[in-house]
Structures are given as C-alpha cells and as structure tokens.
C-alpha cells in the first residue's frame, strides 16, 4: 500500500504535483491484476476483453455535505465505502466486480496527505474485493471534495439477475441485519452534536462497534453470491439495499409487477441496533425498513429453494411474493397488516 | 427529444419528483439503440454485451467554477460538450463510441426546466454519436453543478491505438484547425468582462462563428476514424488534443520512449483564431500549441503513408518523430529550433 508516512511526500503539495504528477504518485503502485485489464492508468481510456462475459457498469456520485461529513467519516473509510458502494450495485446484478475509475474533485483545503489517506482506503477496497484501478480524473474543486466512482463486473451470460423476475410465491431474502447503518450514523451525530456543544466532549461509541462498522466501512456482500452458487440457487430478482429495505423492495415490486407480504418479526436486526434504537426512542422497525445504506442482498428465489435457504444462516426469508392485485404489505408481529410504503431517507440525508 | 415547452413539467420542482422521479422524466424519451446494451437505465447496473470486441472505458469530471461558466455556457452546449470530451477519448482509442452514464450533482438554484436543458444537450450529442444513455447517479449539491460522465467504446481486437506506438520517422499528424477553442473563450471572457463592467454592454461575437463554436460545442473526431479506414491507414499513436498540442504530443513522446521535430508554420489553425489572437496581442502559435480544448486527433503514422494522407485535407502533417536522443523541438518559420514544453492551461483555467 501508499506509504502515507514519506516525509517528503507529505509536504509536497497538491499544486506541485499537478493534475498529472498527482494521479502518477496516487497511482504508481497500482498494478492490474486482471486478464481482462488490457490497458489500465495511462491512456486516454482503459481497455477490457471481457471475452465471453456479460459486463455490467454502474457509477456513483458522493458529495461533501450531502453524502459524506468529513468531520466524522475518516477519509481512508470514506475511500473504501465510496469503492464499496458501486461494487454492490455491480454484485446485486450478480456480477462479479472486475474494475473501477475514480474521479475526485479536491477542495483547496484538502492536503496531499488527506488525498493519500483517500486512495489508501480506495486501493485497500481494490485489494479486497479484487478489482482493478484502472483510470478516472482529478481537478481542483472550488468548494466541497467530489468522488464520483465508475465500476465495471463480469456475469457468464444468461446469469444476471435484474429486478424485474420475480414471481408470485417466491421467498423475499435478504442477507445480514439491516438498520445497522442507519443507528450508527444516528449514534455518530449524537456524539457530533455534544461535541459542538462542548469541545472537551469525548463521544462515547464503546459496545457499538457493528452498527459504527457498518456505517462507515461497509461491505459488498459477494459472500453470498458465492453461497447462493453452491447452494444452486439462481435468484429470480435481486437489488441492493441502498434506499432501505421498503424502498428497494418497492423496486422490486414495480419492476416485477407483483405484491408482496413482507414479516416484520422476520426482519433480521443486530442487537445493537435494537439497543440503540430503544435508548434513542427509535423504532428498530423503522431503521430496519427506512434506515438504507445497509448494502445487504434483497433478493427473491422459488419456493421450493426454501430447505437449501436454511444451509446459510447469512440469509432470511422475511416474506414472499404474492400478486400484484394483493398489494405491497407489511405484516406486523400482533397479525395486523399495513401497506409498505417507501421512505427512504437518501435524499435527504444519506448516501 | 425532450419537450422544452412542457408547461407542466417546467413548474415541477425537482424536490417534487425526488430522485427517482427526476431520473425517470429527464430520460423517459431514451432508448437503448445498440444489441451491446442489454440493459440501460433502471437496475442497480447497465449491462452489455460486448461480443468479441475490445472494450474502453474512459470518465470525466466537470465542476462549475473550474471547468464552466454558466455566465456564458448555455446548459444545452455544456450538456452537449460534456459527453463530446468523453466520446472524443474513446475516439482517441481508435474505438467506436457506444454507451454513456451521466451522474448529476445539482444546485440549490437550478430548476428543472435548467435541467431539462443540461439533459436536451446530453441527448443530442448521444443521437449525434450514436450512443446509448444507459444510467447514472443524481444528487442534490450543496454548491455548484457537477457533471460525471463515463463513457464505453469498442474496438475490434488488435485495432485499440494507445500513445505509446509512437515510432522514429513516424509522421506526426492532427485533424482540423488548433488554437480556435483557446481563443474561442478569449472572446467569451473578453465580453464577459465588459459585459460586467456596464450591463448595457452587447457582446460582439459577429465572425467569429468557428471559434466560438469550438469553445461551446466541439465534436469528436470520429470521422477521422473512418477516413484513416477508407485510407487503410492504421495510426501508431494517437491521443486526443484537450490540454495543448505540446502537452499532448509530450505525452506521445513520454510514452513512445521518442523524440519529435514539430514545424510551427505546418499547424493549421483557422483564419478567426489568427484574427483574434492578432487583435487582441496573443501569439496564435501559442493559442496553437498551449491552448487545449481542441479536440482534435493527434496521431503518428508510417513514414510511407504521406501520400495517401494527401487525400484527406482534414489531416495536416506537422512534423515527424526522432530517436529520443535528439530531444523534443519545435522548428520556427525561420528555422530556429526551440525545445518543446509542455504549457497546458488545463488544471489553471480549463476542462
């Protein structure tokens, strides 16, 4: 990895380096890793063979102010999520991710070594989930830092699931816990606010350290693409959740063009975010089903894939399809049932 | 294309549509043209089938303030010019453009109307360059507008043209006329300034159609592309001109481990740009070499082409490549030799 501690480096500013010193030395120990990769830093363009493969492509815009704030986001976390955030989208096509560019706009303030910090995070990201770093563009930004992240992954033909395949009686899964994502960065402006409010403040983030992880380094769960590949099931649908678990499942709905019955009591939620929730005055429900930035697999399969489900305790069946006259419905834990309705809170608030 | 004179839609508020509903109008009228996009807008990813092509994958940032003035940009042009740019790297692979994804971060103070404009100029450079609009990512900012746009291109195998072929007694070749965007923006600053100096003030552009227009709405050089086909002349080297003749033929250069002899009175350049340049006290060779933004193709070809290149008037022979020994010259018209520097304005004043 980038050695954030060369002195000389360090003090060297941004201004010296130029646009193409800069990318040179963020860069100069990135080394493709891929057959696919013809062509990597250096070009006008990458260039790919994807030979027989499927590709798939995504892209995602992170501003300062609206998606991130640098006061609580370490950059090297802010680097890696920024990366892990489009290779989810890519996985959620049940693609595996191959290669990204990344294309930042650096405000004045940001020093070279802030920058460093940024690619440590987005090159630790590349090395984890294998994919190459293969271009992107820098300029100087008036105002707030600007990451806008391009993924590319591959899929054998006939094997990418969109959200569009779902039928009636299929099993609603998801893999993980949700609502983590959303208590942590609930609990991370608390400590910010008493912070503000008093600099002698030490935030206390001690036994929260799951839904803290899941806010600031999240992950792309190819895990259970490769457990679903075992386990021989092909999802009919398939979304990330990035809106929250209501919104996204809607996706899926619309798309599809069925209802479904969705089981609150199912839900799986980490028990951190229950603690949270309940000292907050929180509904964990409410996190759970609005909260977003979760980046679980929300996914619909056949029925009859029900007993080979239960082999990966990483997966929850929390509802089924059921035709679209029926409606979107969420059923709560006393029977009751309510329409599902999307809240998500992204525009607003979040990634 | 999009309806402009949509009365209704002009008075939504983009808070109104949110950002599902936003993506949703702004492209409603976009079709997928292209066999190789399985998929565009409206899954967690685009996907392709590229065949037995060769893939490039090249990306952008703009932002305003650095890149553009909405003072003098309209929205239709930026849109327009922002795909160009992308389309003009693929180009400068020696691949045919094919896909695009544009990612929005929006301002406070631009309406949807504004919007549509931005959008109005995206479409219509992807109807011009036969390129499918196939997703993307939109966002509010907190500032200015920032525009991200990736762009995918094929090539047959064994055809992708990178910078680093370059070989010695190569002749050094360019499509067009250079020097004309620089000045282009000259002109647009030099009134912008009056402009501001006494409102009542009317910009004088009157003549200088071709350099205006190469600032606010260049074009990709594809057409060279099929020409260079028709002449069966395969280039060695080529890079696209964005941020001056000598930087861009210092990167050849750098890559291709060669010299060059560059003659001054061999550049093209357009009979406005030396008009203005004369006018207004700036060297047009220096608008030629240092001034960016052209667009234009750059390439290196076998020494045994020249008379072919005859017939394509859009290609001007300007110099040829040396053994890197002999060091990179630029020869004057009076046959005084100067090395050649790099001067690009890009990372100070332009894209």
């Not at 013809?38 to 070009?43: F, L, P, T, Y």
């Not at 429900?285 to 990483?314: I, R, S």
Request: overall charge negative; some cysteine.
């Amino acid at each position: 990895m980038w050695n954030t501690k060369d002195k000389y480096m360090s003090e060297k500013t941004i201004k010296e380096l130029g646009e193409f010193g800069l990318i040179k030395k963020l860069t100069e120990d990135v080394v493709p890793m891929h057959v696919s990769t013809r062509k990597g830093i250096g070009d006008d363009a990458a260039v790919f063979d994807f030979g027989n493969n499927e590709t798939v492509l995504t892209t995602d815009l992170l501003l300062e102010g609206i998606h991130f704030d640098l006061m609580y986001v370490p950059l090297k976390h802010l680097g890696y999520k920024a990366v892990v955030i489009n290779l989810s989208d890519v996985v959620a096509m049940n693609a595996i991710p191959r290669q990204i560019t990344v294309s930042i706009g650096i405000s004045a303030k940001m020093t070279f070594a802030a920058l460093e910090e940024l690619y440590t995070g987005i090159k630790l990201a590349c090395k984890t989930y294998n994919v190459d770093l293969v271009g992107g563009d820098t300029s100087s930004s008036m105002t707030g830092l600007v990451i806008s992240i391009t993924a590319t992954g591959i899929a054998t033909p006939g094997t990418v699931v969109y959200r569009n395949g779902a039928k009636v009686n299929d099993l609603i899964c998801v893999s993980g816990d949700l609502g983590a994502s959303y208590m942590g960065l609930a609990l991370l402006q608390r400590e910010k606010k008493l912070f503000e409010e008093d600099s002698s403040f030490q935030p206390k983030l001690d036994g929260y350290q799951h839904i803290i992880e899941k806010q600031l380094k999240p992950e792309a769960r190819n895990d259970i693409l490769v457990s679903l590949q075992k386990l021989e099931i092909q999802p009919t649908s398939m979304i990330d959740i990035s809106d929250g678990l209501s919104s996204d499942l809607l996706h899926i709905c619309t798309e599809s063009k069925v209802g479904c019955r969705l089981y609150a009591d199912k839900i799986p939620m980490h028990e951190e975010t229950e603690k949270l929730a309940s000292s907050m005055n929180i509904g964990s429900l409410v996190a759970a089903l609005n909260g977003g930035e979760d980046y679980e697999l929300l996914f619909t399969v056949p029925v009859d894939k029900y007993e080979k489900l239960q082999q990966e305790h990483q997966i929850s069946v929390i509802g089924h399809i059921t035709e679209a006259s029926e409606g979107t419905k969420l059923v709560l834990s006393d029977d009751n049932t309510v329409p599902l309705t999307a809240q998500g809170w992204r525009a607003e608030n979040g990634w």
